[in-house]
């Protein structure tokens, strides 16, 4: 049964700094990996999804990159900003379009 | 991608009441599934719905109290049924982009049950 471990569990930063939150996983027998963010209350918002062939994927100032082999993912955020506060949840998925796997993700806070 | 509207947004229910959730996509999606998000908690897979067969649960989910329909490709229903304060979370639907990768959310629905 596949694990998801994300450290930190929360992250307090001042606004500009650079920041890597991390995602491990136990089964490397992924199809892919997605990366969300989620609003207090809210729904989930997909950021970047890499597939398992793949090392990393970039979209503004996010990078995510993946280890599929030692189970590991990262999260790169460039140039923090309040905006960016929110719960960032990583969700690798199983071969055969099976449902995401969720960690208990890590709550980022960004003070201006 | 998909768009995946929700309803409703928010309830506050009764004890022992039962709620019928909504699912809405854009477009046609083979699966879609139904996760739970406890206050504090991260996100858990309910059921996986297909249409035209029945939901797959999973461990701790009944059919009983959480019937799932299906009746065409753009929609579903969950209801939480007998509720109790326990079941007050955010519930929210999922689908497989039409490449079978990426997935999307829904909005959420966010119920409390007093």
């Known amino acids: 049964k596949q694990e998801v471990t994300q450290i930190p569990a929360a992250l307090s930063v001042p606004e500009g700094e650079n920041l890597v939150l991390n995602c491990s996983f136990t089964?490397?027998?992924?199809?892919?990996l997605q990366w969300f963010r989620q609003d207090p209350g809210k729904g989930l918002t997909s950021l970047l999804l890499i597939q398992s062939s793949q090392r990393e994927q970039t979209s503004g100032r996010l990078n995510a990159s993946l280890d599929k082999s030692s189970g590991r993912s990262t999260l790169y955020i460039a140039a923090s900003q309040p905006g960016d506060s929110a719960t960032y949840l990583c969700?690798?998925?199983?071969?055969?379009?099976?449902?995401?796997?969720f960690g208990k993700g890590t709550r980022l806070s960004v003070i201006a | 991608s998909a768009v995946i509207s929700q309803k409703p947004s928010r309830d506050i229910c009764q004890r022992g009441t039962s709620l019928t959730i909504q699912c809405q996509v854009d477009?046609?999606?083979?699966?879609m599934f139904w996760y739970r998000q406890q206050p504090g908690q991260s996100l858990t897979l309910i059921a996986t719905a297909n249409q035209g067969s029945e939901a797959t649960y999973e461990s701790g989910f009944v059919i009983d109290k959480f019937p799932i329909s299906r009746p065409n490709l753009t929609f579903s229903t969950l209801t939480v049924s007998n509720m109790s304060p326990e079941d007050s979370s955010i519930y929210l639907c999922?689908?497989?982009?039409?490449?079978?990768?990426?997935?999307?959310f829904g909005p959420g629905t966010r119920l409390t049950v007093t």
């Open positions: 999922s689908v497989s982009g039409p490449l079978g990768y990426e997935q999307y």
């Open positions: 969700a690798p998925q199983g071969i055969g379009n099976t449902p995401l796997v």
């Open positions: 089964d490397s027998a992924i199809y892919n």
């Open positions: 477009s046609q999606v083979t699966m």
